[in-house]
């Protein structure tokens, strides 16, 4: 089985500093992981993913996240936080093979604030 | 190119009717799942598409809720005898076929049952 939890419901964050969202996966194998980002009344966008390659991620809008095996994590950061940043972002692990190939499993999604 | 769209993007319908609601995948894009994000419950797998078949039908909630997919393109998702739990946002994803996982997420259809 596999589960992603993220550590905070909401963070808060005033625009131009830095971003930090917390995750912590389990999975019984090597995971496929993801953040996908939702902004009010939209679809949900992938920002990054890690599929066993390079540990440390870089995605869309200045996003980053890193793979700690040994710390089971896959935290997402930003140097700067901007106001379009605001929005719901979700970690995501995937399921590697058998009768679930592909499904995704979400976190419980982390609101991010950012004030002016 | 197109992406994944669903119809219709909001349903409002009475308890006790059935639904039908429509994914599109983006073409050539073989596997297909439906979601479903509610405030109680998060974002929930309910169905994943192989071609035409359903490999993993696990999270379907209840027997009111089926799906079938054509051709192996358009999906239809239907619940029979909507009940006011069944109210959310439903999303349909669809992946190529190599190892990359990524699943690209249509609009979704906000489903209201009253």
């Known amino acids: 089985a596999q589960s992603v939890t993220q550590l905070d419901s909401h963070v808060s964050v005033s625009e131009g500093t830095p971003v930090l969202l917390r995750c912590n996966y389990s999975s019984s194998y090597s995971p496929s992981l993801f953040w996908y980002v939702q902004h009010p009344n939209k679809g949900l966008q992938l920002l990054l993913k890690?599929?066993?390659?390079?540990?440390l991620v870089k995605g869309i809008n200045g996003f980053e996240a890193e793979f700690k095996k040994s710390e089971t994590s896959f935290h997402l950061t930003k140097p700067s936080a901007h106001m379009s940043d605001a929005a719901e972002y979700f970690c995501?692990?995937?399921?590697?093979?058998?009768?679930?190939?592909?499904?995704?499993?979400f976190g419980q999604g982390t609101i991010l604030t950012v004030h002016p | 190119g197109a992406g994944v769209s669903q119809s219709p993007s909001n349903k409002v319908t009475e308890k006790g009717k059935d639904v039908e609601l429509r994914c599109d995948p983006i073409s050539g894009h073989t596997a297909l799942y439906w979601y479903r994000q509610s405030l109680g419950q998060g974002l929930e797998f309910l169905i994943y598409?192989?071609?035409?078949?359903?490999?993993?039908k696990s999270g379907l909630p209840s027997d009111r809720f089926s799906a079938e997919r054509t051709g192996g393109s358009v999906s239809t998702l239907t619940i029979q005898r909507t009940q006011q739990e069944d109210s959310a946002v439903y999303l349909c994803?669809?992946?190529?076929?190599?190892?990359?996982?990524?699943?690209?997420f249509g609009p979704g259809t906000r489903l209201t049952v009253t």
């Open positions: 598409f192989q071609g035409n078949s359903a490999p993993d």
């Open positions: 890690y599929t066993s390659a390079a540990t």
């Open positions: 995501v692990v995937s399921s590697a093979g058998g009768t679930s190939y592909g499904k995704l499993t």
């Open positions: 994803a669809s992946r190529r076929e190599d190892l990359s996982y990524e699943q690209y």
